[in-house]
T-cell receptor, first 117, second 114 residues
Framework: GAVVSQHPSRVICKSGTSVKIECRSLDFQATTMFWYRQFPKQSLMLMATSNEGSKATYEQGVEKDKFLINHASLTLSTLTVTSAHPEDSSFYIC?????????????FGPGTRLTVT | KQEVTQIPAALSVPEGENLVLNCSFTDSAIYNLQWFRQDPGKGLTSLLLIQSSQREQTSGRLNASLDKSSGRSTLYIAASQPGDSATYLCAVRPGGTSYGKLTFGQGTILTVHP
């Protein structure tokens, strides 16, 4: 099946620094990728939809200047958490839509655990 | 706004039992419904996807049913095993196109003990 990778799997950073998370579709092209956030024992909340070659669409309440998304190619999207604070600590999961299956199959990455100290 | 609810929130069963996980959604105008498995600290693995025109899907010991008009889906796991222990999430995609955004339930934490 289709594989989505994320890097890094875990990152610890100091408050005020920025962190970049990469999401790659390894064996398919994805014009659309999604970024989710998951707090402990809670479900996934969609943060933004990333479209290749255009600006991301952010969900209500998500600060676009804080969570910078770039989808520069059909296989790579990045999420940069700028000026991170402890409340940004969370599990971030990306997902990529496989265009080859008619567009409705979404595959999820393994997630990135961000801890801001 | 679509809301997805999963019951129970947690379930602990002995190995070998058959079990049912429930998912309900408020807006029946869905395109499809998907069941996922999430192991602790990991991403999501798709288990079954049911299109809105379908009533059920089966994969091995898993069977998912969909009653769109009543806004309900169930995931049936036969002969449960300790390896089935995980969080199970259901998610719905709104109707209209295949490009709608998934809305997730809170998940059911399943523990199967030997």
């Amino acid at each position: 099946g289709a594989v989505v990778s994320q890097h890094p799997s875990r990152v610890i950073c100091k408050s005020g620094t920025s962190v970049k998370i990469e999401c790659r579709s390894l064996d398919f092209q994805a014009t659309t990728m999604f970024w989710y956030r998951q707090f402990p024992k809670q479900s996934l909340m969609l943060m933004a939809t990333s479209n290749e070659g255009s600006k991301a669409t952010y969900e209500q309440g998500v600060e676009k200047d804080k969570f910078l998304i770039n989808h520069a190619s059909l296989t790579l999207s990045t999420l940069t958490v700028t000026s991170a604070h402890p409340e940004d600590s969370s599990f971030y999961i990306c997902s990529a839509r496989d265009q080859g299956t008619g567009g409705y199959e979404q595959y999820f990455g393994p997630g990135t655990r961000l801890t801001v100290t | 706004k679509q809301e997805v609810t999963q019951i129970p929130a947690a379930l602990s069963v002995p190995e070998g039992e058959n079990l049912v996980l429930n998912c309900s959604f408020t807006d029946s105008a869905i395109y499809n419904l998907q069941w996922f498995r999430q192991d602790p600290g990991k991403g999501l693995t798709s288990l079954l996807l049911i299109q809105s025109s379908q009533r059920e899907q089966t994969s091995g010991r898993l069977n998912a049913s969909l009653d769109k008009s009543s806004g309900r889906s169930t995931l049936y796991i036969a002969a449960s095993q300790p390896g089935d222990s995980a969080t199970y999430l259901c998610a719905v995609r709104p109707g209209g196109t295949s490009y709608g955004k998934l809305t997730f339930g809170q998940g059911t934490i399943l523990t199967v003990h030997p």
